[in-house]
Structure formats: C-alpha cells, structure tokens
C-alpha cells in the first residue's frame, strides 16, 4: 500500500490511525534516509496510543521506552549497531512482550527480526520537502489484515 503525505502533521494523523488497531507484540519497522520522517512518524504512534510524553529519537540510547498509553511503545534506533551488537540487546524480549515495537534502522539486525512485521518506508520527495510517500509492506497474515483495516480508516 503506498500513501502519500502533505506534511509532517498528515504523516502523524496516519500513524495514529494505525496505532489504534496495534497490539501487544506488534512489530513496525520503519525504513527511510536520515530526516524522511521515522521518529515524526513515531510520535504520532505514541499519540495514537495515549502516550503524551515527548518522543525523542534513540539515536545515541539505541531504546527508549514510553510506559504511559494503552501499550507500552518501544521505540529502536538500530543505526549504529551495524557493524554487530544487536545479539547483546535483548531485542526478542520487546518483540514478544507487552507493548508495541518500532525498530528504524532494522536492515542492520536481520538476524534479530521476527518472520512478521509491518514494514513502513518513507521516501522524501525531492520536488516539495514536505511531501513524503509511505510505503506499508506487510508481512504476514496478521499485518495483512492489520493494513486492510487501516485502508477502512482512511477512506
């Protein structure tokens, strides 16, 4: 499923649409080049999961955990982990736990993904820097499922 996006707001409305149909042990990997969108498009997750805290980007503390919605959100910058590291981290604990999981960088842990996931790539638009397109590509039934309940919600 490809979206297209005006702007940073458009990108939040529709990661809080998705947010309301999560559940525990859902997995989001976001995809997308270094200012795309990844963490703009996590703050509307955690608005959409009643989390009101301030979402911050987990570049340099690799996780950051929001405990204050309907879910916990585990929020995963796997970026520097791409010369290894990823097996020390425990990551299978927070994708089979109790909360949601959103890895951005998860092309340098493939080792450490599950088989199902909801893969959300965010491309810039090279002719208007506020426009993005977000790709969603799932994998597995239950994210199959979760993408056509999405596509009710934004008709």
Known sequence: MKLVVKNALETQL???KLAKRLKPQDLILLTG???AG????TKGLAYGLGIMHNVKSPTFTLIREYHQGRL???HMDVYRLENGGAEDLGLEEYFNGDGVSVV?????IPSELPSTYLEITIVKDNAN???RTLILEPKGDRYE???EELKQDIV
């Open 72 to 74: 916990p959100l585990y």
């Open 145 to 147: 499922r979760l993408i």
């Open 129 to 131: 820097d506020e426009r």
């Open 104 to 108: 951005e960088w998860a092309q340098f």
């Open 38 to 41: 990844k963490t703009t498009f």
């Open 33 to 35: 080049d270094l200012g």
């Open 14 to 16: 529709l990661a809080e």
